[in-house]
């Protein structure tokens, strides 16, 4: 059946048709739940019986979402529906390079441009160990942000990194099929094209053609029939840049001749390194092509080997370096793994144990306020200086500083409820108050005035002068920097409550002049260049860590620094000095048992959440979520109580054991739900393909029933009440105002729902009758977590109030009492409670909590 507007996959619903392939057809269409326009590409139905091509559709999906990279797509779901797979991903609105090459070749500045981000993305996926292996202009989109993104890992190929020199044999999986050419003729590499083994220097091939392509408006290889243009690649070189375009700098032509060396071994040896040399001519691009009628008069042979080349590099480099006077580097052979001549200098400027949240430079960039939480504390407002050890307290309290005048003014935001943004000396004294409902704020360079983003109406709008819009979202803007310049505003856009954002920057007059990828935000700041915004963003290369980004004003990234742990960017002073926070964020798990004087920490990896007690009070169940987890959905443990290791049971977020205490209910994904033995045993499953936003909830007090909240095909949420024994489940409608609940509590009697819906607004619902309630007397970000035997009552905490307090609250007329105060051992860096639960008799309790603790540098050397 054909896709036509208005059809519905799951929570996508099909727009409009944009385009087909190999892999599959590509819709333009909405996903219900999040209100986003996706792209979304099937794999037609005739073809899902074929194995070979579904595994090669899911191994995109898998390849693809392994990356995260502001030029590479990305991918948000992969499903079925009525027998056809699908990948839901990133909606670009722009133009392919196809589309761009069809009214001749580019500018030579906006061919760097794009070939520096197709470079940079590529150099991630190859760091990771993906192979894209179909480069092609019709795989690369160029949005209108001027932003480039690499379309369809279809054909990827895990290849082994280490060693630079393995390769891996054609086709994606058994031997026995080598030979199969997988690619598009005329952007293949010589070893594809024969069929023989290839690894990332073949991308880097089909780089040199389409860099080729953009710099000359012809393609590199293209004969009468398919079979001719695979000899040529083979055989025979293209003509010459220099005679095809003589307009084109001398350093690109050396990177498309080298990309484009019929021996692999000739080409880069890591495609940062060619990132790298396409980062050097976009900055000095306007030296390279001053002098690029000069640089094209010396003796270039058209075509050398790669043996010849080195001489010719180092002739011509030192040739343009005199004449042009410039920076330009060497583009010679350089190995992989390059040390850099001016290391990182770190100056650590804290010593006491606390999270820091922010930091600033004062005018004359020595000395640092700064605003942390020290031993338990409150926050208050530190200064300090790189040649003293100690930090003083200006006595502000309950304060971040947001920024600092040329004069000396600090605007610091109290983080009460009404968000009040106040102003202050930075040699200490009273605030005076300006304005509440404030998210960031910023000096102008002329120290006289601010730029300011307030909430109101459901949006964020940007105000420079305040009171005057320069831009609105229907998102959350903070973390406002004005260029030193004063022409420029740099912010960061993101979905309340998201973890992911955008950098946006604008003009004085609201035009939007550069837009980042999304990343997740960990501090920005402009670089002392002024031309370029520092971002810090969470690596996804194995053993985590923070990288540092810079965000030119033409939308291009460029990787400036990895670093290990967690890591914020608070500010960049004008001469280049830059603070960095470093921070342990870890997660303990504390037990409290009846009768014993102390508690104990269970904690058994990084992030742990107690999840239930078993029936008998003896063991915890433990769901791991952080980098100790072996899976997305995390990872399940039982732990006794009197100390012995954990057992894992399996990956999976679980909820509660069975009332015999056997079994353990879990979800591993949007559309799958898990029972868990706890002794000997095997997985039951349990898949839902046509709702989506599954979770489950537990296991009901009869063990017989298990029950699963969802979203159905029209996005409404549903109830799943399903047979632990396996069968159809009876699906029962949630009405009412709270259509998005969000996890469900059951009570100890398996009448009624303890629901959050997405506002975190909490309600009772009656499964039986289908009623709503709402529960009263609720105080403000206060959350209740578990019912009481009874079910007359539920328990509330605020997580963020540490030690806490936990009330019971009868559902019925809101009246309150403190049922317990939870103080852990230790108050130095502690943040939040991230989880709580009593056991069935309430004579124990579980609790996790979160600590972070930081330290403050001052780095220099970063560019």
């Known amino acids: 059946m054909p896709l036509t507007a208005g059809t519905k996959l799951g929570p996508y619903e099909i727009i409009a048709p944009l385009g087909a392939g190999g892999m599959g057809e590509v819709f333009r269409g909405r996903d219900s739940r999040l209100n986003r326009e996706v792209a979304i590409k099937i794999l037609p139905a005739e073809l899902s019986s074929n194995l070979d091509r579904l595994r090669r559709f899911e191994q995109e999906a898998h390849s693809a979402s392994s990356l995260n990279h502001p030029n590479i797509i990305t991918i948000y779901d992969i499903g079925s529906f009525d027998s056809r797979s699908y990948i839901a991903m990133e909606f670009v609105d722009g133009k392919t390079l196809r589309e761009m090459l069809q009214s001749g070749p580019l500018p030579a500045r906006k061919a760097v441009q794009i070939a520096g981000q197709l470079a940079e993305g590529l150099a991630k996926a190859h760091d990771a160990g993906i192979v894209h292996r179909d480069l092609k202009p019709e795989n690369i989109m160029i949005t209108k942000d001027g932003y480039v993104k690499i379309l369809d890992f279809g054909l990827a190929k895990l290849f082994q990194p280490a060693g630079g020199d393995q390769v891996s044999a054609l086709p994606t999986s058994a031997q026995t099929d080598a030979g199969l050419v997988l690619g598009t003729v005329g952007y293949m590499s010589p070893e594809q094209t024969a069929g023989i083994g290839v690894d990332f220097r073949s991308d880097q091939f089909s780089f040199g053609t389409i860099l080729y392509e953009m710099t000359t408006g012809k393609r590199a290889f293209q004969k009468k029939t398919a079979v001719e243009t695979m000899a040529a690649i083979i055989q025979e070189d293209p003509e010459p840049v220099a005679s095809a375009n003589v307009h084109v700098p001398p350093p690109v032509k050396w990177i498309i001749e080298r990309c484009l060396e019929k021996n692999a071994a000739d080409r880069y040896a890591a495609t940062k390194d060619l990132a790298r040399d396409l980062q050097s001519i976009r900055d000095h691009f306007s030296e390279i092509s001053s002098g690029s009628d000069t640089a094209a008069a010396l003796p270039i042979p058209p075509v050398v080997k790669r043996r010849n080349l080195q001489k010719i590099f180092n002739a011509v480099a030192i040739a343009l370096i005199l004449i042009l006077a410039s920076a330009l580097v060497y583009f010679g052979s350089r190995p992989s793994k390059t040390v850099e ?171 939007k002049i550069s837009k980042s990828a999304d990343f997740y935000p960990g501090g920005i700041s402009w670089s002392p260049k002024d031309q370029e915004v520092f971002l810090m963003t969470i690596s996804l290369e194995a053993g985590g860590g923070n990288e540092l980004y810079a965000l030119d004003l033409f939308n291009s990234t460029r990787l400036v620094q990895r670093f290990t742990g967690g890591t914020v960017l608070f500010d960049v002073a004008s001469d280049g000095k830059v603070l960095i926070g470093f921070t342990d964020d870890r997660v303990s798990l504390m037990l409290n048992v009846s009768g014993e004087k102390e508690e104990r920490e269970v904690s058994w990896l990084d992030l742990p959440v107690v999840v239930d007690f078993s029936p008998d009070g003896k063991q915890l169940l433990i769901w791991e979520r952080g980098q100790g987890s072996e899976s997305p959905s995390g990872t399940i443990f039982l732990r006794a109580i009197d100390g012995s290791p954990a057992i894992r049971l399996a990956g999976g977020a679980p909820q509660n054991f069975s009332p015999d205490g056997k079994w353990v209910m879990a979800d591993v994904g949007l559309q799958k739900v898990i029972l868990v033995p706890t002794g000997v045993g095997n997985i039951r499953s349990f898949e839902y393909p046509e709702y989506s936003d599954l979770n489950a909830e537990g296991i009901l007090p009869d063990g017989q029933n298990m029950l699963i909240t969802a979203l159905n095909q029209q996005s409404h949420s549903v109830l799943l009440l399903q047979n632990v024994q396996g069968g159809k489940p009876k699906i029962i409608e949630v009405k009412g105002p709270y259509t998005s609940p969000n996890g469900a509590t059951i009570s100890p009697d398996g009448k009624s729902l303890l629901m959050l819906n997405q506002e975190d607004a909490a309600f009772v619902y009656e499964i039986n009758t289908q009623t709503v309630k709402p529960i009263p007397q609720l105080q403000e970000r206060e959350i209740p977590f578990q019912w009481t035997r009874d079910c007359s009552s539920v328990l509330v905490i605020n997580r963020f109030v540490v030690p806490t307090k936990v009330f019971k609250v009868n559902i019925s007329t809101g009246a309150r009492q403190l049922f317990r105060e939870i103080h852990p051992p230790d108050l130095t860096g502690v943040t939040a409670m991230t989880s709580i639960l009593f056991s069935p008799d309430e004579r124990m309790f579980a609790y996790s909590y979160q600590r972070q603790l930081s330290t403050l540098y001052l780095v220099q050397n970063l560019r």
């Not at 400027?349 to 504390?377: C, E, H, K, V, W």
């Not at 968000?419 to 998210?439: D, K």
């Not at 320069?470 to 406002?480: F, G, M, T, V």
Request: net charge positive; hydrophobic share 35%; proline share 6%.
């Open 341 to 511: 001549t001016s290391a990182l200098g770190y100056h650590r400027l804290t010593y006491r144990r606390g999270p820091i949240r922010s930091a600033r430079f004062t005018p004359d960039g020595q000395t640092i306020i700064y605003g942390a939480s020290f031993s338990g504390n409150k926050r208050e407002l530190y200064q300090t200086r790189p040649d003293r050890a100690e930090s003083r307290s200006l006595g502000i309290e309950n304060a971040e500083i947001l920024s600092i005048s040329r004069t000396g003014e600090m605007l610091i935001l109290m983080p009460d409820n009404k968000r009040t943004l106040a102003q202050v000396p930075i040699t200490g004294g009273s605030p005076r108050e300006l304005a509440e409902q404030i998210y960031g704020a910023d000096w102008a360079p002329d120290g006289k005035t601010m730029a300011i983003s307030r909430g109101a109406n459901g949006k964020s709008y940007l105000e420079f002068p305040p009171g005057k819009i320069l831009y609105e979202s229907p998102k959350i803007i903070d973390r406002i920097r004005f260029a030193a310049s004063g022409n420029a505003i740099a912010f960061v856009e993101h979905i309340a409550g998201g973890a992911n954002g955008n950098v946006v920057v604008i003009d004085k007059n609201g035009k």
